[in-house]
């Protein structure tokens, strides 16, 4: 059974920075990739941030140079670190792995992100 568990949202000001985390029931490595999703009200869910198993990252092209994804050294975590926060960053943020089929079947219950002034 996969878990995983994201926490860190909240309210925040623009210009502001959250990091968001993700904890797995397990090794990350056993997922061809990790990353994190958002959707805001009415809109679809998009692709913020991924990294694969061998160490590259990808990033949405609203989120480049603000955002980083990372992972722990123990290998059952990735993180979120964003910067310089926007209010069009606020949604439900979401942390997901991809399996071997390149699918993304698992999925964190959400974390919502307010950003706001």
């Known amino acids: 059974q996969v878990q995983l568990v994201e926490s860190g949202g909240g309210l925040v000001q623009p210009g502001g920075s959250l990091r968001l985390s993700c904890a797995a029931s397990?090794?990350?490595?056993?997922?061809?990739?990790m990353g994190w999703y958002r959707q805001a009200p009415g809109q679809q869910r998009e692709l913020v941030a991924a990294?694969?198993?061998?160490?590259?990252?990808d990033y949405g092209d609203s989120v480049k140079g603000r955002f980083t994804i990372s992972r722990d050294n123990a290998k059952t975590a990735v993180y979120l670190q964003m910067n310089s926060l926007k209010p069009e960053d606020t949604a439900v943020y979401s942390c997901?792995?991809?399996?071997?089929?390149?699918?993304?079947?698992?999925w964190g219950q959400g974390t919502q992100v307010t950003v706001s002034s």
């Open positions: 997901a792995a991809q399996g071997t089929d390149y699918k993304w079947s698992y």
């Open positions: 397990g090794s990350i490595f056993r997922f061809n990739a």
């Open positions: 990294v694969t198993r061998g160490g590259i990252t």
